[in-house]
């Protein structure tokens, strides 16, 4: 008889065994009892030398009973019917790594707290603990893929309730720096805020404010060949619509629920960059998406822009020295009036670094401006009704008739 640690030389094992076999448990179902205690054993290994054991004690042969009260048989023939479940649910999902996870039968539930009532929990394992276990080992055997405890690709959840199985796929997440060449276009999917995506007389029946965006240009050959459902995208800032930026962003796409992971990037890229409104490049799968997510929104780094701003006077050159205030003084900014309906409306401090301008007509003027984050640009040139100050209109005693700008650096941090 194989033995495990523990001692029968003392009463109250002895009696907690005894007791255990009152009623009709699987091999097991009486391991687990003392499942925490020994290595190199299955429960139903540990369950059949305890079962032994007690056949001498008693001298009566204790059979492993046809159906055990506890688990109603789940460990004989159950188990094998939820592994089948499984492996059909994930066929055509690409994974190397996998998550058992079980939710339990009140049924269950209660019987196994019953027994706890009367034996005690010091040795105890779980049933669910158990379940998930030897699921994975089968699991592993079947698909020659690896259990994994802390990140895993697809995390496979047992609902013992319902005999169903539900999978939760991790994103992939991709990393990358993109341009944006063309103005008119958002970072992200704009959706209609009248009719929420349905369509309607507002949006013209496109359920989105602008056709296309930086994310559905970059998403479209991801989706494709990885099969997801839809993507998430985040980046270090964003430019406004109307404008260029034409240095490299970092961002990260995430792909929701994605059927295939092992994607060639490079191809991609070049199917991306097709596009005459943005390139990409750098694509690479990272594992730790949401940490480098986070460090992209809360990361702060200077930007440079160009400006080409037409004014509604000609302009006094006399008084272009004023602009040297700009960055001398901390820029205060309330929210700028044209973002106010959907932002708090608050007051910033921010500093412009550096300012140089040339003339290029009588009303005309290019500005290269270096900026630390969060600054708005326009209402810094315009003045926004007052509510940016100083600012280039009322240190130049000019108005803005109109402008354009483009992101010409983003400096690393």
Not at 61 to 73: I, S
Not at 78 to 105: A, H, M, P, W, Y
Not at 282 to 302: A, F, H, S, W, Y
Not at 389 to 398: A, E, G, R
Request: charged share 35%; with cysteine; aromatic share 6%.
């Amino acid at each position: 008889m194989r033995k495990f640690p523990l001692d029968f030389s003392e009463e109250k094992n002895k009696e907690k065994l005894l007791e255990i076999l009152k009623i009709n448990v699987c091999n097991s179902c009486l391991g687990r009892q003392w499942g925490m205690i020994g290595h190199g054993l299955t429960n139903a290994e540990r369950g059949k030398i305890l079962r032994d054991y007690a056949s001498k004690l008693t001298k009566t042969e204790l059979k492993e009973p046809e159906t055990c009260e506890l688990c109603n048989n789940f460990f004989k023939d159950g188990i094998n019917r939820i592994v089948d479940k499984i492996v059909e649910k994930i066929q055509g999902v690409e994974f190397d790594t996998f998550l058992i996870g079980t939710v339990v039968s009140d049924e269950l539930e209660k019987k196994q707290e019953a027994l706890w009532e009367k034996i005690g929990v010091d040795d105890v394992e779980t049933i669910k603990s158990e379940i998930n276990r030897e699921v994975g080992k089968r699991i592993e055997k079947l698909t020659k893929k690896r259990f994994n405890l802390r990140n895993p690709d697809i995390t496979i959840v047992i609902d013992l309730n319902t005999n169903a199985i539900r999978t939760q796929i991790k994103s992939l997440y991709i990393y990358g720096k993109y341009q944006k060449l063309v103005r008119g276009i958002p970072q992200t999917k704009w959706i209609c805020s009248k009719c929420k995506g349905k369509g309607c007389i507002y949006c013209k029946g496109e359920g989105k404010l602008y056709k296309t965006s930086i994310q559905e240009i970059i998403e479209a050959p991801l989706l494709k060949v990885t099969k997801s459902k839809n993507s998430s995208f985040h980046a270090a800032g964003r430019e406004d619509v109307d404008a260029r930026n034409l240095d490299w962003r970092p961002f990260v796409i995430e792909l929701i629920k994605p059927l295939k992971r092992k994607i060639k990037l490079k191809d991609l890229e070049k199917k991306i960059n097709k596009s005459k409104k943005v390139r990409v490049k750098g694509l690479k799968i990272i594992d730790n998406g949401k940490e480098i997510i986070r460090k992209l929104k809360t990361e702060r780094v200077d930007k440079t822009y160009l400006v080409d701003v037409e004014f509604e006077n000609r302009i006094d050159e006399k008084l272009l020295k004023n602009l040297k205030n700009v960055t001398r003084e901390i820029i205060i900014q309330k929210t700028p009036l044209r973002v106010i309906h959907r932002r708090a409306d608050k007051i910033r401090k921010r500093r412009v670094k550096k300012i140089s301008y040339k003339l290029i007509g009588s009303r005309r003027m290019q500005f290269k401006i270096r900026a630390e984050s969060g600054l708005y640009i326009k209402e810094l040139i315009t003045g926004d009704n007052g509510r940016t100050q100083p600012n280039v209109s009322d240190l130049i005693n000019n108005k803005v008739k109109k402008l354009s700008l483009d992101v010409i650096k983003i400096h690393s941090g």
